[in-house]
């Protein structure tokens, strides 16, 4: 049976950390947190559920904290978890099986990563993570943030799910004040971080500036598919509050150029000509949504509803704009029976009632 150290990295969290642990302590082989200077009860906390809890300077690098918490790891294979994380209570048992089937050879587990959820808390945003990783020097963290373990070895998936219940909004200038920390020193970003850090550009309302990275993280020949793909998403969302609305839609296309459709892309391009008016072009992009498999092992952002629900609301937005009822009606059905707790629904369905 394979064992598991839970390593975390930790500051401040005294409000997310009890409800962590206890959503995992009792299944994994051990548990080492290391605290990068909190000032509440999180190391008093912690040390309720384990005695390897040690101290670690933050050197703006979450990766260089990370590392220490794997270098004090015992068992087989390190399981990484944030405090505001949690194993929900129907994967405990998929969790224990996966424990009792690994294969011995396994050097990496994929996870799901749910990191956003709807009003009736199904998610509505994920995506793969390494989540349990061979303990050997081979595998260690890379990058001062958005830290990421390449995956290499034998990699095993799992549909566990691991989720994200943050509450707060932490310190939204952390990543960018890091990343442009790391560009005054004078370093280069890799491309991986350009895709990043024009991301971080763009929630900031730096428009021009998020265009300028991702253009040219768009031109590197390096720079991983799906972080291309995505980076045509953001990019065109910056053309159009920058009012390029040509150039947004160039960008949209232009996503195709790296690999086949994405639904998360034909739902933005439906609602690129859905918003112009243009109705029947609208409809052709949202029935290829719902035309399009959805892949989660790409390891890419997933969102479920593109594939299924957001497209089947938009053509009865779509088909009532253009006059066909009865069709309008049938697709509002479609989208009622993904999410029957829809408000959007609710307020389509007594639409059509009254009339």
Same mark, same amino acid.
């Given at each position: 049976m394979a064992t598991v150290s839970l390593c975390m990295i930790v500051k401040n969290e005294e409000t997310y950390l009890m409800r962590c642990l206890d959503s995992v302590a009792d299944l994994v082989?051990?548990?080492?947190?290391?605290?990068?200077?909190?000032?509440?009860?999180?190391?008093?906390?912690?040390?309720?559920?384990?005695?390897?809890?040690?101290?670690?300077?933050?050197?703006?690098?979450?990766?260089?904290?990370?590392? $220490?918490?794997?270098? !004090?790891?015992?068992?087989? &294979?390190?399981?990484?978890?944030?405090?505001?994380? /949690?194993?929900?209570a129907s994967e405990r048992e998929k969790f224990l099986e996966l424990k009792q089937s690994l294969p011995p050879d396994a050097d990496m587990v994929m996870m799901k990563y749910?990191?956003?959820?709807?009003?009736?808390?199904?998610?509505?945003?994920?995506?793969?993570? $390494?989540?349990?990783? !061979?303990?050997?020097?081979? &595998?260690?963290?890379?990058?001062?943030?958005?830290? /990421?373990?390449?995956p290499s070895g034998r990699v095993v998936y799992s549909d566990i799910a691991v989720s994200h219940k943050k509450t707060g909004v932490g310190d939204p200038d952390r990543n960018l004040r890091l990343y442009q920390k790391a560009l005054a020193a004078g370093e280069t970003l890799e491309p991986r971080h350009q895709y990043y850090y024009g991301r971080e550009l763009y929630y900031h309302g730096r428009y021009e500036e998020a265009v300028s990275v991702l253009e040219a993280f768009l031109l590197e020949k390096e720079g991983w598919v799906e972080n291309k793909i995505e980076a045509c998403s953001v990019c065109a969302d910056c053309y159009l509050r920058l009012g390029q609305d040509q150039a947004a839609l160039n960008t949209l296309l232009r996503s195709m150029g790296f690999d086949l459709p994405r639904?998360?892309?034909?739902?933005?391009?439906?609602?690129?000509?859905?918003?112009?008016?243009?109705?029947?072009?609208?409809?052709?992009?949202?029935?290829?949504?719902?035309?399009?498999?959805?892949?989660?092992?790409?390891?890419?952002?997933?969102?479920?509803?593109?594939?299924?629900?957001?497209?089947?609301?938009?053509l009865c937005v779509c088909y009532d704009r253009l006059g066909d009822r009865e069709k309008a009606e049938a697709y509002n059905e479609k989208a009622g029976s993904c999410k029957p707790y829809s408000r959007s629904y609710q307020y389509n369905k007594k639409y059509f009632e009254e009339l």
């Open positions: 082989d051990e548990i080492v947190i290391v605290d990068t200077g909190s000032a509440d009860r999180t190391m008093e906390i912690a040390s309720g559920y384990t005695d390897k809890v040690y101290s670690c300077p933050w050197k703006d690098d979450f990766s260089d904290a990370r590392n $220490e918490s794997f270098s !004090r790891a015992a068992m087989e &294979y390190c399981m990484w978890l944030d405090a505001d994380d /949690v194993l929900e749910h990191t956003s959820f709807d009003e009736a808390g199904n998610p509505s945003f994920s995506y793969y993570r $390494e989540r349990w990783i !061979r303990n050997c020097a081979d &595998y260690r963290w890379t990058g001062a943030v958005h830290e /990421v373990i390449p639904a998360e892309l034909c739902c933005e391009l439906g609602k690129y000509f859905l918003e112009r008016g243009d109705y029947r072009i609208a409809v052709y992009w949202y029935e290829t949504a719902l035309n399009t498999p959805k892949n989660e092992r790409r390891e890419g952002f997933i969102l479920p509803d593109c594939y299924d629900y957001v497209p089947f609301l938009q």
